[in-house]
């Protein structure tokens, strides 16, 4: 459930849902099916009313904010549509930033690497506002890679980027799951983007209604259509 | 148009209540000023107008010298006890009373040490015996010439009652008392205003007040019925001649309380200075609010246009938000005015004591004040923003970046500009190249200076503001912090430069005082030839004095080679108003204070000579026999044959002429009022002060101090007053920490997302905290550096101008400018405070979604 009394909106509903290590699962669903909703509970950015979140071997549900960002700074790692990167900062800066507030030092090899994935090497120095959206998305792919977390949440990484651009963050990510194990959760609505993904979940009406493993564009549009319900208006 | 202007008022309310806050305070001091001394000056009149109650006319001598407020109470001259006949006999008089009332009757309390007032007179007089007025509280009338009658608030603040045996210090040395009643005063008062006041029997008075028998210096006349008091007025100034003042009662209240007024206006306008300064910070403040409000409405404003505002109409909806916040503020702080103007008020009449205070009123010019300074200062402030929010094209609704960063180069040049212009008018008016606007030239030339400064302060806010935080960079919140405070140089600079303000004022006077003090301390170790000094802290409008037998005795004692007192008054020289001073001793004077003769000879004086300060002599003319008129406070005008004249001496600046001995009879105090000895050689100090002290048993006024302690006290007095100087500058760095809790508290709303997504990634609440509280310290920081910068510059520039005035040392006071540094770090840690606690309680989820 979410909010309470007169503005009580039941955004999700006896979801239980599992997303196993090292895959790429994509959340889908119609605006207002609950889909960021369920992936803001799971990263501890929301909290639910019933029931119990579970990250790895820590359960987020009771957490308090300390736990939370603890949660946050060593076993989650976002990626959010509006890059939300920091002005002030180098993409190098950016990307380094989790592990210097948990005071962490980087991989030196696996940080060589994730640059070298994301290609930006010689973007290093600039800050974001020299950036193009790609290249500030994959700043934020590579902020969320870096520090290896147990899993990144995506919420709509291709939202705000064409489809080309929106091509190399997706493809970049899937192979960060397939070459180096990461687990990754995205929320989307677009079915070329959940098409990239090793397993879709479908959500409607705060509940899930449906499952592909091995998803196409085509099997997912499809399923979209058969679950074509009236589209609601929630927060 | 105007509705939208609302709505988006009333959205920010929050935001625009801190800069409102400025205004309010601003305002407050300028109201506050006004009701102070309306309110004041209409107590005095009341106090006067009942003091003065029972007098239909009065009859005085004309004064041999006019002296205002500031200088000390007037003297009245005595006139024959025989006049008191003539008024008698004027038709229409039922009643008329000879009247001896002086200032400078010093009651000696139960603690050894003299009664003093802190201002109103310590009156001296004859008991007139019980009127509507006056009533005896207990004991009895002064029927003897050692008996005395004192009024409560002495007796209180002496800690005496009737019975006791006291001292009493008057025109000669002190005597001893029985105090045989104890009065006080219609309506339950223990005092008039605070004034002290001791009667003795009439003879005793006239003895010791007027210095001779026989003579009043008033007559109180009471008309008969159905005489009216001007009338008898004019008849009884027939009667008595030309060398009378015939004045009603009412008069005589108007002028008794005009003096007090006068002082009154002086004290309003150092006040209204210091509101100014407020004012100025304030300008700042209000001028950073608003062009943060525009960038961050940019989109909103963007739309307007798209949809078909004018840029006029965008001006006019910015101007209306701050004629609406600078109605609002001047309103409160006119009510803040009031409150504080009467809590003042309060304050100064109960530690003065026995006053009623008259209601509190609103003058008109507190309103006036109010509402003038808080609309222009805040429509002034706002009209920069507003005019580069109309130019905000209307295509900025679609794009995505609110804030292009504009160069530097225009805002540095009119910087340059104003910096310079401000240079010249201070090297105008301390070089005293601005005719008669000294004061106003060397006041302007700071103003545009601290303007000036304010415009480059973005270009060096760059560079310093890097150095500042680079003590941070080791931690990461620390250098988030320190990257924020860079990101708008022109947002960190004007909070930066509010601050400097306050601080650079603090400095540049602390650099005067203590560069003046240490010169003074200097030039009185090299000049002031004397190993023990006589004086006492001045706490009133009378300097404290001694009897002279002190330093006839002080020469008995052995080793003891020179005591010289030091007698000083104001006296009328020829045409002019100047400071005379006498010895007791002329002969030691040059030795004393290392004085040189220009011409003549300075190392005797006979009766009817005349010594004066070489720049005098330049002023008046004057040359070796050339003849000068002097009035002093009482007798009749003296000639004076100049016989020498000494070069002037920094130290001994302030006497302008030196009178015979016998001249100090004269004078208002006729007693010394410093004293110094000259030991022989390899005499020990230590043996002969103790002795001194013994001498100075009754005159408890002074005390003998060595030199270096006399130096100490008298540049002492410097630190109160920059103590005092530094409170009134507190509300300025007040205003301009409110501005930096404004600048932060909108740049955290501006930042709600970047925030967001920092807790989002793992920044506990605590390094948010730390990292807003870096960016308040290294503004307040950055600020308070420029303003000792400035400051130190500023005082520079001022002692060298005072170069030839004696003041040759500049004396750059470290250790305070690290710590004004030191408390600027506080302040920012206090600014951040409320900002940080806002920012780490940014919901997470709800920052993300923000837009």
């Not at chain 1, 090292?22 to 909290?47: E, Q, V």
């Not at chain 2, 540049?508 to 003074?520: E, F």
């Not at chain 2, 006979?606 to 002023?619: E, F, K, M, N, Y």
């Not at chain 2, 520039?797 to 770090?825: S, T, Y």
């Amino acid at each position: 459930m979410y909010g309470s009394g007169e503005a009580q909106v039941i955004a999700l509903r006896g979801v239980s849902a599992e997303f196993e290590r090292g895959r790429f699962t994509a959340i889908m669903g119609p605006s207002g099916s609950g889909k960021s909703t369920l992936m803001h509970c799971l990263a501890g950015l929301d909290t639910v009313t019933r029931g119990t979140v579970q990250v790895g071997d820590t359960t987020v549900t009771g957490l308090g904010d300390a736990g939370l960002t603890k949660l946050r700074r060593d076993k989650v790692g976002f990626i959010f549509q509006q890059f939300n990167l920091l002005p002030t900062l180098t993409a190098k800066e950016n990307i380094l930033l989790p592990l210097s507030i948990a005071g962490r030092k980087p991989d030196q090899a696996w940080y060589d690497i994730v640059i070298d994935t994301v290609g930006l090497r010689d973007r290093l120095g600039h800050r974001p506002a020299q950036l193009s959206g790609g290249q500030q998305q994959r700043v934020a792919c590579a902020r969320a890679l870096v520090a290896r977390p147990e899993v990144i949440f995506a919420d709509e990484p291709t939202g705000n980027l064409d489809s080309r651009a929106g091509a190399e963050v997706l493809n970049f990510l899937r192979n960060s799951v397939r070459e180096h194990g990461q687990t990754i959760v995205m929320v989307t609505h677009d079915p070329t983007a959940a098409a990239y993904a090793d397993r879709v979940v479908f959500l409607a009406d705060g509940q899930i209604v449906s499952e592909l493993i091995e998803p196409t564009a085509e099997t997912v549009l499809d399923t979209m259509k058969k679950l074509d319900t009236p589209a609601e208006v929630a927060g | 148009m105007f509705r939208a202007t609302l709505k988006s008022l009333l959205a920010r309310k929050v935001r625009l209540i801190l800069s409102g806050m400025a205004v309010v305070l601003g305002v407050m001091f300028v109201s506050g000023a006004f009701v102070l001394t309306d309110t004041l000056g209409r107590t005095f009149d009341q106090i006067f107008a009942e003091a003065y109650e029972d007098v239909d006319v009065s009859v005085a001598a004309k004064p041999k010298l006019a002296v205002n407020e500031m200088e000390g109470e007037q003297v009245q001259a005595p006139f024959p006890a025989a006049t008191l006949e003539t008024v008698r006999a004027v038709p229409g008089v039922a009643e008329a009373t000879g009247v001896v009332a002086a200032d400078g009757a010093l009651m000696i309390g139960s603690n050894g040490k003299v009664v003093t007032s802190f201002g109103p007179p310590q009156l001296g007089g004859n008991w007139l015996g019980e009127s509507d007025l006056v009533q005896l509280r207990e004991g009895r009338e002064p029927r003897a010439d050692d008996e005395i009658v004192i009024n409560k608030g002495l007796a209180t603040a002496g800690k005496v009652a009737v019975g006791d045996r006291v001292g009493v210090l008057t025109l000669g040395p002190r005597e001893d008392f029985t105090i045989v009643g104890v009065f006080g005063y219609s309506g339950d008062r223990d005092s008039i205003g605070g004034a002290n006041e001791v009667m003795f029997t009439t003879p005793a008075a006239q003895r010791l007040m007027l210095g001779e028998p026989d003579v009043f210096n008033n007559i109180v006349v009471t008309a008969a019925s159905g005489v009216s008091d001007e009338s008898l007025r004019d008849a009884v100034a027939a009667a008595v001649g030309d060398d009378y003042v015939a004045r009603t009662g009412a008069q005589l209240s108007a002028d008794a309380a005009a003096g007090l007024k006068e002082a009154l206006s002086f004290f309003n306008r150092i006040l209204l200075g210091f509101a100014a300064v407020a004012l100025l910070v304030g300008t700042f403040l209000i001028l950073n609010t608003f062009s943060i409000i525009v960038a961050q409405r940019t989109r909103e404003l963007a739309l307007l246009r798209a949809v078909g505002a004018s840029g006029k109409q965008v001006i006019g909806s910015v101007v209306l938000e701050a004629i609406a916040i600078g109605l609002i503020a001047s309103v409160l702080g006119l009510a803040a005015g009031i409150g504080v103007g009467a809590l003042l008020a309060y304050l100064f009449s109960t530690v003065a004591g026995g006053m009623t205070l008259a209601g509190v009123g609103v003058p008109a010019s507190a309103v006036i004040g109010a509402f003038g300074v808080g609309l222009v200062i805040t429509i002034l402030a706002a009209l920069l923003p507003a005019l580069r929010a109309a130019r905000i094209p209307p295509i900025a609704a679609m794009q995505d970046v609110a804030t292009p960063d504009r160069p530097l180069t225009k805002v540095t040049v009119a910087g340059a500009l104003v910096t310079a212009a401000g240079a010249t008018l201070l090297f105008l008016g301390l070089g005293g190249h601005a005719g008669g606007n000294t004061l106003a030239t060397i006041l302007g030339g700071v103003l545009f200076a601290f303007i000036g400064v304010a415009l480059l302060t973005p270009l060096i806010s760059k560079p310093v503001v890097a150095a500042l935080g680079a003590v941070f960079s080791g931690w990461v919140p620390g250098k988030l912090g320190r990257l924020n405070s860079g990101r708008n140089p022109r947002r960190t600079a004007i909070t930066a430069a509010a601050l400097m303000v306050g601080i650079a004022l603090v400095t540049g006077i602390t650099v005067i005082l203590d560069s003046a003090k240490s010169s003074i301390s200097d030039l009185a170790q090299d000049t002031v030839k004397a190993e023990l000094v006589i004086s006492g802290v001045q706490s009133g409008p009378r300097p404290p004095s001694f009897d002279p037998s002190v330093l006839a005795e002080a020469k008995k004692i052995p080793g003891v080679r020179i005591a010289d007192g030091q007698y000083g008054d104001m006296a009328m020289v020829g045409d002019q108003h100047l400071f005379v001073g006498a010895m007791t001793d002329p002969a030691a004077m040059r030795q004393v204070y290392s004085l040189e003769p220009t011409a003549g000879d300075i190392d005797r004086l006979a009766p009817g000579q005349t010594l004066v300060s070489s720049g005098t002599a330049q002023a008046q003319g004057l040359s070796i026999g050339s003849t000068v008129s002097v009035q002093l406070a009482r007798g009749e005008a003296q000639t004076y044959t100049v016989t020498g004249i000494f070069e002037d001496s920094p130290l001994f600046a302030g006497v302008s002429m030196v009178l015979p001995t016998e001249a100090a009879r004269d004078f208002t105090v006729p007693k010394p009022i410093q004293g110094f000895i000259q030991l022989d050689p390899g005499t020990p100090v230590a043996d002969v002060q103790p002795r001194i002290e013994a001498l100075l048993a009754d005159s408890p006024e002074v005390s003998v101090a060595n030199l270096d302690a006399f130096i100490e006290q008298q540049t002492g007095q410097l630190d109160s007053l920059l103590m005092m100087i530094r409170i009134l500058l507190a509300l300025a760095i007040v205003i301009a920490v409110l501005g930096i809790v404004n600048t932060l508290a909108l740049s955290v709303l501006e930042r709600t997302r970047e925030l967001g997504l920092l807790r989002a990634i793992g920044l506990r609440r605590s390094q948010t905290m730390g990292m807003i509280t870096v960016e308040a310290v290294v503004i307040s920081v950055f600020g308070a550096l420029l303003g000792v910068v400035v400051g130190a510059g500023l005082g520079a520039a001022v002692v060298e101008a005072l170069r030839d005035e004696g003041i040759n040392k500049l004396v750059l006071p470290w250790g305070q400018m690290g710590v004004f540094l030191g408390l600027a770090a506080l302040i920012g840690v206090i600014a951040a405070l409320v900002p940080a606690i806002r920012a780490a309680r940014i919901n997470v989820l709800g920052a993300i979604a923000h837009d």
